[in-house]
């Protein structure tokens, strides 16, 4: 489950050479916490499909490809998402963007909640997914504008942590509770969200952007602490804008150039081969590939879970101790090994070899991808992406630090995802 226009992408983060402000504040830490709900709610919807399969299916009498048509809606909602993302996050305010996210949620849980046929759950999921893509770009763009420079890594990378943790979340208690009462359980974090978002400021940058600069100051200040000497950073902030309005627009072609060739290339290409490796298809229907190979879904989701959020724990520590490359190596080659396992699996159990060694296969192939896909491509490709679209001189960088490769990158996720998806059905 990438990544993934307006004028801005993560925007107004353009490296500054002086210092601000590096105190951690209880309303940085607040800020972030209900920013990165709508992380949860992601991860929460992305496995929610797996858990809920049986009983969805017996309940409303559905048959496998109608239920494989609601798995993908998730997919087409994130692209439709992530298409208006940058559109709707600076037209309206990164906290407004979040408020959509969180209207579009709770009304996609709620209509998955009260459905008693396949229209309606697949209009939930598509509202779902819309709010998931949405979420996919505003949230990391939200927490690092908020952030100071020297801590911007950290707290960014809580993101894909917490989607990590509502993923996990979601296998666990979706193993004990019926559907209805899974989706009704979703909504917590999306209300979470929506009134938290009246506690926090909205983005200085932004407000900077759009001419609010009392607001901006206002902002800053709440952000840094009462005491805290912001007037470095919103010099540099407002300085950094008057350099913004001399630039004249580019359109997202005009990063299809020779001298940007490689570094497309890598962070599109990790986008794709993050899709293409199965995470979304392991997550929608994971349930449905143990209980066929005659393993315990209960077991197998609760483990791979357990391995999954550990693996992301472990990976935040180990990222800049040994760099990105070596850790998508050894992720890539395990989530290798595990898809050979979960295959060999399945073609043992075509030529009617032993349960017990397919189920033990299969387990241990789930277990497996989750633990190594956990660790490295789950997140680096967007932490490359990032570092590409910086480190290369995209035109785009001079007005905002990259729009459009990350909003193409989130495209080109979802394309990704829904083709996968539809190999894997």
């Known amino acids: 489950m990438g990544t993934q226009g307006g004028e801005m992408g993560i925007p107004l983060l353009e490296e500054q050479e002086e210092a601000v402000p590096d105190r951690i504040t209880h309303m940085l830490v607040l800020s972030a916490f209900f920013a990165v709900c709508g992380s949860y709610v992601f991860g929460n919807a992305v496995s929610y499909s797996s858990p809920a399969e049986s009983g969805i299916m017996d309940e409303l009498s559905l048959s496998l490809a109608e239920y494989s048509v609601f798995g993908s809606l998730l997919t087409v909602g994130g692209l439709l998402g992530a298409l208006c993302s940058g559109k709707i996050a600076d037209l309206i305010g990164r906290?407004?963007?979040?408020?959509?996210?969180?209207?579009?949620?709770?009304?996609?849980?709620?209509?998955?909640?009260?459905?008693?046929?396949?229209?309606?759950?697949?209009?939930?999921?598509?509202?779902?997914?819309f709010g998931v893509g949405l979420a996919s770009y505003v949230v990391p763009v939200y927490v690092a504008e908020v952030t100071p420079k020297n801590l911007r890594g950290g707290f960014v990378s809580l993101c894909m942590l917490v989607i990590a943790g509502g993923m996990s979340m979601t296998y666990i208690i979706g193993s004990v509770v019926n559907w209805r009462l899974l989706a009704c359980l979703g909504i917590i974090p999306c209300l979470l969200q929506l009134v938290g978002l009246f506690l926090i400021p909205e983005s200085p940058r932004w407000?900077?952007?759009?001419?609010?600069?009392?607001?901006?100051?206002?902002?800053?200040?709440?952000?840094?602490?009462?005491?805290?000497?912001?007037?470095?950073?919103?010099?540099e902030i407002e300085g950094y804008i008057e350099t913004l309005q001399q630039v004249s627009e580019h359109g997202i072609f005009h990063t299809f150039q020779r001298k940007y060739a490689q570094a497309l290339t890598v962070g599109l290409g990790l986008?794709?081969?993050?899709?293409?490796?199965?995470?979304?298809?392991?997550?929608?229907?994971?349930?449905s590939i143990l209980e066929r190979a005659g393993a315990?879904?209960?077991?197998?989701?609760?483990?791979?879970?357990?391995?999954?959020?550990?693996?992301?724990?472990?990976?935040?520590?180990?990222?800049?101790?040994f760099g990105r490359r070596p850790l998508l190596l050894v992720s890539a080659s395990g989530a290798c090994l595990a898809g050979f396992l979960i295959g060999l699996s399945f073609l043992l159990q075509d030529y009617h070899q032993s349960t017990d060694v397919v189920s033990t296969l299969t387990f241990v192939g789930i277990v497996v991808f989750s633990g190594f896909f956990a660790m490295g491509l789950g997140g680096i490709p967007w932490i490359i992406m990032a570092e590409v679209s910086e480190k290369s001189d995209f035109p785009n960088e001079r007005e905002g630090t990259g729009r459009e490769p990350r909003e193409f990158g989130q495209l080109v996720r979802f394309l990704a995802c829904g083709l996968h998806i539809q190999l894997f059905l």
């Open 296 to 321: 315990s879904s209960t077991a197998g989701s609760i483990t791979a879970a357990i391995v999954k959020l550990a693996a992301n724990i472990v990976a935040v520590f180990l990222m800049d101790k």
């Open 95 to 129: 906290r407004g963007a979040m408020w959509v996210t969180d209207v579009s949620g709770i009304i996609g849980w709620c209509a998955i909640f009260l459905s008693e046929s396949a229209w309606s759950l697949d209009l939930g999921r598509l509202l779902l997914g």
């Open 271 to 287: 986008m794709v081969f993050q899709q293409l490796g199965g995470l979304n298809a392991y997550g929608f229907y994971m349930s």
């Open 207 to 235: 407000l900077a952007k759009v001419g609010r600069e009392k607001d901006m100051k206002a902002a800053l200040q709440r952000l840094r602490g009462k005491n805290a000497d912001v007037s470095r950073e919103t010099s």
